[in-house]
């Protein structure tokens, strides 16, 4: 399997409402898009200092399907609208599990 | 369960042999630390400019299993003496799965 790994922190100025925003949109995203196998994501339990603020791992069958995910323009659109208004800082991993 | 997620860039002078030292020695830690249920690592595919270099993607059934993760001696002694020496930047996030 194909495993992308990407984490969130947020601007200063985002609302409570907009991060939870993120969340139930991101939940959404395996009805559109068949090719995900697993999706779990999550905000940060705030046990440790210096986090990222929001996970999320994402399983797919291949490399390619991934790929179908990361270019789908229902993933695309809700990065645009949701996710970079209120983005601040991004890491991201993809591999082979 | 409880997940703990984390990303590592390494410094310009890591060598091929140290990286790799990463990789051998994670893979011993689940023996090691039997709190860990699913522990599944890697090195990032380079598909996307920009990425991390490294990720970990690990499952407890509590928050107090990985705690006990965090703080045991084996994984400490492991990141003091293979990971540190190499490290140039970090990126973690822990959250209920």
Do not use: C
């Amino acid at each position: 399997m194909f495993r992308h790994v990407v984490m969130f922190t947020w601007v200063a100025g985002a609302t409570e409402e907009q991060k939870a925003e993120v969340e139930t949109g991101l939940k959404k995203l395996p009805d559109a898009i068949p090719e995900i196998r697993r999706y779990e994501i999550g905000q940060d339990a705030g046990i440790n200092p210096g986090n990222y603020e929001f996970a999320v791992v994402a399983d797919f069958d291949s490399e390619e399907d991934y790929l179908v995910y990361r270019d789908h323009p229902v993933h695309r659109a809700f990065i645009a609208d949701v996710i970079r208004p209120i983005l601040a800082g991004r890491a991201a991993v993809q591999y082979s599990i």
